[in-house]
């Protein structure tokens, strides 16, 4: 998408530079050709591959029937709370812990402003909005830790509103969420 | 102003008109569907996308006769213009057929 | 009456400004000149953009290294949140309407814009509306809940002072100026343009601008509700917006993009327009495509109101949903590039030359394509998940916005300042500043793509150190200075141009259109005679025209009857209609829009007593305005000049007045439906509907307010009838005040017996709804008793029929908003919740 966007900006800029540089090798071109063919030719199958491909993509990372794991983040201001309703023993925490290696449907939900959660290097980002309540399918193909941020303005404390998620092997995930359980 | 410059003036807009009523037509039905749980969402869907497509055919296919000056101008921008509604008419509202309505 | 004697230019000239300029001292104040009032909303709006200026400033200081305490995050909040909302509400949109203001007559061959006095109202609250922001700025009360004021952080529990009202309030308050902008920008373009001028001969530019102002016709009154909603919701705790109570936070985003994304085409096709007359200029032959751009513009403007929830990605709407407006937003970049095609083409067949215009086109070219392309990839679902809310869109609205608008409006500064100041450029400083402001731009802004994608968010006040984004901010925060620096060189070569540069004839740049046929500077009156168009309006020789104008060659080359007058024609066919008498030089609106301000004001600080005393002072000082205006006999046709007679505006049937109520009954019917479509929203979407209360609504009052409504609104179209048709209509108009009094004491009443409106929005909503409606049956009476008054007065026949004719659309309108009202709660009162 990157190198198309450049290849286009560039083409644009060549043709704008050629009607002053070389006028005499752009002079045959009709109104009819640069309307139709730079309007309408160029950009129509462009959009429409790109659109077309970008629907059948988010298609695939919809939150579609169900997964293994589910976990609750609950957002306030200025801090996000992680629960599992599957471990409903495990105390309440400001950190998220995932199996690394398996989608997970993580509910949003927030208890007073609009605030959205996004860890950056999972993907993509969904809104905790007081009323709703949206769910975010996310993959952690490595363990490790990721670091996770507000990214809807909430109010004075907005920036400090980060958090964690601690992505496990499956074996250690699956005793942490056992050993908590009562 | 004479019956045919209004005409003229009028079917300027006719396309985008239809296709301002259908947008709001179908993202209306889409969420009507979601909200009640229609059994047949989709063929609703797929139906209303139809009768839109039809309707906008007909500026886009059916160019006005004019007479003057102003209205034969105005007439072949209206052609473009209603051309253009149903171009965009037939791809934004394409999805209908195959993504998730209430996901 | 017999045509005025040919007079000598110089006589011509002393005659005509004797009746249309504004005198020097005090005087100024009472100014609705067009020439005047466009220069003052031009100069105002770069002011503004100065002071939005230093504020990005102060943030790009704050932002320059990691854990800054430079400011507070309490301060910087309003900043950034002042930030946006003086560029897009007090520079900006206000920008492009002194242009038009200005612009517009020139170019279309008319002496002023269509209502003078409203034009000089609009300003005034555009000042108070903006003096209340920057105040509230210096008194640390600024908004502070970013431009966009999500609900609930806007809301009273979380924003207990008076910051928000401020948004709300001052917001509103300089809105007042852009509608009634659109409205007098549209029917000036349909109406008063010289005649010959057919539509199709417009140049190119007037498209864009009736575009332009149809859009925000129908694009500021969803705004406009969601202010009056959350600011009820403040003030009353009516709770539609709150999700404990029915309300939804979603509805307020709804209404504030479906505003909110057709105000950046709003913003970007005037550009567009200056751009296709600038173009042409300097390619030296006319534009390419006149039809194709036109097609392409009336399917931007459409296209643009199909975008808004691509704001919205992240809310969690169905899949389908957002494929609709990703597709729409990806579609919108066709008309783009049909006009950019269209511009290289014109460029590439013509015989192109170089001067500060075109450095700044070529700055847009560049500038826009990029931020073009980030366009389409944000509109990509999958990629909007990733940088949506991060500093890659801050990246992308700047380059398009200031691609968009303000590297063509630096292009249109130098193109026309001469024109205002009648002096050419000085050029020292103009390139060297280009270049500051284009690598300045670059800098600071291409490398927001990076920061983006590197996962910073927007309005975070600080950072840490440890990701990575220091340099990246540090560079953007040394661009932005350079940028800076460039446009306080642009300010010193403005300045020295009004100081040292030297005056010319008439048409410096050989441009074609025909504002250069006036004198630069221009006179009050603009044209000394109005010409007859025979070509295509940007294919004239303006030098040549202007000297015969100025010999009072064309038509109305005389004064007469201390009278400002110019022409009206047929919309499409630009054929002689009638003579428009402009109403001249007063102070009513400056004391009007002093009222207005002060009924804003009492709502600001909550002084709710005095509130509808200065409603009502407002409502009596405009009932004053038609006092100077009309006839009390019938004129017959007058002479125009080269031979030809037309009617004064009051005894034609479609005057510009009709047409301005009509578009204004257009406005405010979107607002209607707008909050129609709020209450269905509410009901499908919102939470807590299951446990709604009942609403209680006395049925029978209901119905019987609706049918005095009906009443009202048949009564007056009588009346309408029976004047043009030559009876009496005085007894239909006293039936109308009747009724509506009588409407609007039902409908009133059904609002104030329904159960507490606190309660549920399910309740709020009928209560706005009725509260609407009633409004606009007392409106309705008003207008018919003031009607009556004119007909006593003499001001009514059966030819000067324009006061009947807008009672009879008023009520009807607020019949017919009674009848949807009924509708809309008789839904709302039986459909059970969503389960």
């Known amino acids: 998408m990157l190198a198309g966007a450049a290849v286009l900006t560039a083409l644009v800029l060549a043709l704008l530079t050629m009607a002053y540089l070389r006028p005499h090798r752009l002079a045959g071109v009709t109104a009819g050709q640069w309307i139709v063919g730079g309007g309408l030719i160029l950009p129509i199958p462009i959009l429409m591959l790109l659109t077309g491909t970008a629907l059948v993509l988010g298609e695939q990372l919809l939150p579609r029937g169900e997964v293994a794991y589910r976990a609750e983040a609950r957002a306030e201001q200025w801090a996000w709370r992680f629960s599992y309703p599957d471990v409903p023993g495990l105390p309440v925490s400001e950190t998220l812990h995932i199996p690394a290696g398996e989608p997970v449907d993580i509910a949003v939900t927030s208890a007073d402003v609009i605030h959205a959660f996004w860890v950056p290097r999972l993907g993509g980002k969904i809104d905790a909005i007081p009323g709703h309540r949206n769910v975010i399918r996310l993959q952690a193909d490595e363990p490790g830790i990721y670091r996770g941020i ?26 942490m969420m056992a050993g908590a359980a009562p | 102003m004479r019956q045919g410059d209004k005409i003229a003036l009028i079917s300027l807009v006719a396309g985008f008109t239809v296709w301002s009523v259908g947008f709001v037509a179908l993202y209306g039905l889409q969420a009507l569907g979601c909200a009640y749980g229609w059994p047949t969402h989709r063929a609703v869907l797929i139906l209303a996308y139809g009768i839109l497509v039809a309707v906008l055919a007909v500026p886009a296919f059916w160019p006005l006769r004019s007479d003057g000056e102003a209205s034969a101008t105005l007439s072949v921008a209206a052609l473009w213009a209603n051309r253009a509604a149903l171009g965009a008419g037939v791809l934004v509202f394409l999805p209908v057929t195959f993504t998730s309505t209430c996901v | 009456m017999t045509e005025p004697a040919v007079v000598s230019p110089v006589r011509l000239h002393k005659e005509l400004d004797a009746i249309w300029r504004t005198p020097p001292g005090w005087g100024r104040l009472s100014s609705v000149n067009h020439t005047v009032l466009g220069k003052r909303f031009m100069v105002l709006a770069l002011t503004f953009f100065a002071i939005g200026g230093l504020l990005s400033m102060l943030i790009r200081a704050q932002l320059a290294t990691p854990e800054s305490g430079f400011l507070e995050p309490a301060l910087y909040n309003q900043i950034f949140t002042m930030h946006g909302v003086v560029m897009m509400f007090l520079f900006a949109i206000p920008m492009f309407e002194g242009f038009a203001i200005y612009m517009l007559p020139k170019m279309l061959g008319a002496r002023d814009m269509a209502f003078p006095r409203l034009t000089a109202y609009g300003f005034w609250c555009y000042l108070f509306g903006g003096m209340i922001l920057i105040a509230a700025l210096l008194f640390g009360a600024a908004p502070n809940g970013g431009w966009f004021m999500y609900t609930p952080l806007s809301s009273r529990p979380y924003s207990p002072g008076i910051n928000a009202d401020v948004w709300l309030l001052g917001i509103t308050f300089v809105e007042i100026s852009a509608v009634t902008a659109a409205i007098e920008i549209l029917v000036s373009i349909l109406k008063l343009r010289a005649p010959g001028m057919s539509l199709t001969r417009m140049p190119i530019i007037a498209w864009y601008m009736l575009v332009t102002s149809g859009m925000m016709v129908l694009g500021f009154p969803p705004l406009i509700l969601g202010s009056i909603l959350l600011e009820l919701e403040r ?80 809310v969690g709407i ?205 006179p009050s009156y603009a044209f000394a005679s109005i010409p007859h168009i025979e070509s295509r309006a940007d294919q004239i020789d303006p030098a040549a025209l202007g000297s015969r104008l100025a010999g009072g060659e064309g038509y109305l080359g005389f004064a007469r009857a201390n009278r400002q007058e110019t022409l009206a024609v047929d919309m499409v066919t630009g054929a002689v209609e009638h003579v428009v008498v402009l109403p001249r030089r007063t102070l009513l609106p400056l004391w009007t829009a002093l009222a207005t301000g002060a009924f804003f004001l009492c709502l600001l600080f909550r002084l709710y007593a005095l509130a509808p005393l200065a409603l009502l002072g407002t409502l009596g000082l405009f009932l004053l305005w038609p006092g100077s205006l009309g006839e009390t006999a019938d004129q017959g046709p007058l002479p125009i000049g080269r031979g030809q007679s037309a009617p004064l505006d009051a005894e034609a049937s479609n005057n510009v007045t009709v047409l301005a109520s009509r578009t204004a009954l257009v406005t405010n019917a979107t607002l209607y439906s707008s909050l129609l479509f709020g209450g269905l929203f509410l009901l499908v979407v919102a939470p807590n509907w299951s446990s709604a209360p009942e609403t209680a609504v006395s049925w029978a009052m209901l119905l019987a307010g609706v049918g005095a409504a009906a009443v009202g609104g048949v009564a007056a179209l009588v009346g309408d009838r029976n004047n043009s048709g030559g009876r009496a209509p005085g007894p239909a108009l006293w039936m109308t005040v009747a009724a509506q009094i009588a409407a609007m004491v039902l409908l009133g009443a059904t609002a104030f017996l329904l159960a507490d409106p606190t309660q549920h929005a399910r309740i709020a909503i009928v209560f706005a709804v009725l509260a609407y409606c009633a409004l606009h049956a007392g409106i309705g009476a008003v207008l018919s008793g003031a009607t009556l008054f004119r007909l006593a007065r003499g001001h009514v026949s059966q030819n000067r029929g324009t006061a009947p004719r807008i009672v009879a659309l008023w009520n009807g309108f607020a019949a017919a908003t009674a009848v949807a009202g009924a509708a809309l709660i008789a839904v709302l009162d039986t459909a059970g919740a969503v389960a």
Not at chain 3, 253 to 258: A, K, N, S, T
Not at chain 3, 281 to 295: E, H, K, M, S
Not at chain 3, 455 to 474: A, F, V
């Open chain 3, 235 to 314: 003030a009353f705790n009516l709770p539609f917006f709150d999700p404990t109570r029915g309300g939804d936070p979603l509805l307020w985003q709804h209404l504030f993009w479906l505003f909110g994304h057709p105000e950046v085409y709003i913003i970007f096709l005037p550009a567009a327009g200056a751009l296709s007359t600038i173009i042409p200029v300097f390619a030296q032959r006319p534009i390419l495509g006149y039809r194709a751009i036109i097609a392409a513009i009336v399917a931007l403007g459409f296209l643009s109101f199909g975008l808004w929830v691509h704001h919205m990605f992240m």
């Open chain 3, 318 to 522: 169905p899949h389908m949903a957002l494929a609709f407006f990703s597709a729409a937003s990806a579609l919108v970049a066709i008309p783009t590039a049909v006009q950019i095609f269209a511009w290289i083409g014109t460029l590439a067949s013509g015989r192109p030359r170089w001067d500060i215009p075109m450095l700044y086109v070529i700055g847009f070219f560049v500038v826009f394509v990029i931020g073009g392309m980030t366009g389409v990839m944000l509109a990509m679902v999958p990629f909007n998940t990733q940088a949506h809310d991060s500093y890659f869109v801050v990246a992308h609205l700047h380059y398009v916005l200031v691609g968009g608008f303000v590297f063509p409006m630096l292009a249109a500064l130098y193109h026309w300042l001469p024109h205002i100041t009648g002096r050419q450029s000085v050029y020292r400083l103009s390139v060297p500043a280009f270049w500051l402001i284009f690598i300045g731009f670059n800098m600071t802004f291409f490398l927001m793509h990076l920061t983006g994608l590197m996962g910073m968010p927007r309005r975070i006040s600080s950072y840490p150190s440890n990701w990575g984004w220091d340099w990246l901010n540090l560079l953007s925060s040394v661009g932005g200075f350079v940028l800076t620096i460039g446009f306080a060189m642009v300010l010193a070569d403005i300045l020295m141009q009004l100081r040292f540069g030297e005056r010319f004839g008439r048409d410096p740049w050989k441009a074609q259109t025909l504002e250069w046929a006036t004198a630069t500077p221009p």
């Open chain 1, 150 to 175: 507000c990214a809807e303005f909430c109010g004075p404390g907005h920036e400090t509103m980060q958090f964690r998620v601690e992505a496990h092997d499956l074996e250690t995930f699956k005793s």
